[in-house]
């Protein structure tokens, strides 16, 4: 169970709590994230994607603005995996994924608009560490974004810390 709920967070924080309007949907094994934003824009493309999962995630989560796109997926099971033995807990696309049973049995969140076999490009477009939008929602690097069945939540500052 997760220790937050994101309608909670909307109650007891007001603006401070930012709604994503995407439907996205859960295919990680874990069906809840909460972590400090990294981000990626690119656009059916999954070089860079790979490239920051590499990365340290220090409990972090990655927040790709894919262009909404269904055509092809880009995040699959060993891009997950990488992401897990480097610490990250949460990985949303606002775009395709594709594994889905592999990724049912990780633990990491994952969020996304659908799935689709089809594999995305290799290129290395896009951009990583900057301001990405979508559904209303702005993701900076360093927020704060949380995740549950009813949608994405994100702010400026941890929701959950006390005091």
């Given at each position: 169970?997760?220790?937050?709920?994101?309608?909670?967070?909307?109650?007891?924080?007001?603006?401070?709590?930012?709604?994503?309007?995407?439907?996205?949907?859960?295919?990680?094994?874990?069906?809840?994230?909460?972590?400090?934003?990294?981000?990626?824009?690119?656009?059916?493309?999954?070089?860079?994607?790979?490239?920051?999962?590499?990365?340290?995630?220090?409990?972090?989560?990655?927040?790709?603005?894919g262009g909404g796109s269904r055509r092809v997926a880009i995040l699959g099971d060993k891009m997950a995996h990488r992401a897990v033995q480097n610490g990250w807990t949460g990985i949303v696309i606002h775009?395709?994924?594709?594994?889905?049973?592999?990724?049912?049995?990780?633990?990491?969140?994952?969020?996304?608009?659908?799935?689709?076999?089809?594999?995305?490009?290799?290129?290395?477009?896009?951009?990583?560490?900057?301001?990405?939008?979508?559904?209303?929602?702005?993701?900076?690097?360093?927020?704060?974004?949380?995740?549950?069945?009813?949608?994405?939540?994100?702010?400026?500052?941890?929701?959950?810390?006390?005091?």
């Amino acid at each position: 169970m997760a220790p937050f709920k994101t309608a909670d967070l909307c109650d007891l924080h007001g603006d401070a709590a930012q709604v994503c309007h995407v439907p996205l949907v859960s295919f990680g094994g874990r069906p809840w994230l909460t972590g400090r934003i990294a981000t990626v824009e690119t656009f059916e493309d999954a070089a860079l994607i790979r490239s920051v999962l590499g990365q340290q995630g220090d409990g972090g989560v990655l927040v790709v603005n894919g262009g909404g796109s269904r055509r092809v997926a880009i995040l699959g099971d060993k891009m997950a995996h990488r992401a897990v033995q480097n610490g990250w807990t949460g990985i949303v696309i606002h775009g395709a994924v594709r594994d889905v049973d592999a990724l049912g049995r990780m633990d990491i969140a994952v969020f996304a608009l659908n799935a689709v076999p089809g594999r995305g490009g290799s290129t290395g477009t896009g951009t990583a560490g900057r301001e990405v939008r979508f559904g209303d929602g702005r993701f900076l690097p360093g927020h704060f974004v949380y995740g549950d069945s009813d949608g994405l939540v994100v702010s400026a500052r941890d929701l959950l810390a006390s005091g």
